[in-house]
């Protein structure tokens, strides 16, 4: 029904940056939140940066100042700019979107397939 698909990620040394991005498809009437997560070998799944439809933002602490989120309503695309990157930032990081579809009442979430983010010298 709805597909995300990341992309951007790559090997990148300590202090460089990255821009990920995650475009949905699909029956999508509305796209309400959306979320950028990471998960590292041996870890949970972590939020790292929060968007609203609106535009409002909010930042796991580790990462503020470092890291931006945007979004493209009308291409229904979420982007996470990653700077002064870290070797702690390595993981997969995946998309996360609530999404309202058309025809239907309610919204869902849905996530990407996760792209691959190193940190190393």
Not at 13 to 18: A, Y
Not at 41 to 56: C, F
Not at 57 to 71: F, L, P, W
Request: one cysteine or more.
């Amino acid at each position: 029904q709805v597909q995300l698909v990341e992309s951007g990620g790559g090997l990148v040394q300590p202090g460089g940056s990255l821009r990920l991005s995650c475009a949905a498809s699909g029956r999508i009437f509305r796209i309400n939140d959306m979320g950028w997560y990471r998960q590292a070998p041996g870890k949970q799944r972590e939020l790292v940066a929060h968007i609203t439809r609106d535009g409002s933002t909010n930042y796991e602490d580790s990462v503020k100042g470092r890291v931006t989120i945007s979004r493209d309503n009308a291409k229904n695309t979420v982007y996470l700019q990653l700077n002064s990157l870290k070797p702690e930032d390595t993981a997969v990081y995946y998309c996360n979107a609530e999404v309202t579809l058309t025809y239907s009442i309610g919204s869902r979430y849905y996530w990407g397939q996760g792209t691959q983010v190193s940190v190393s010298s």
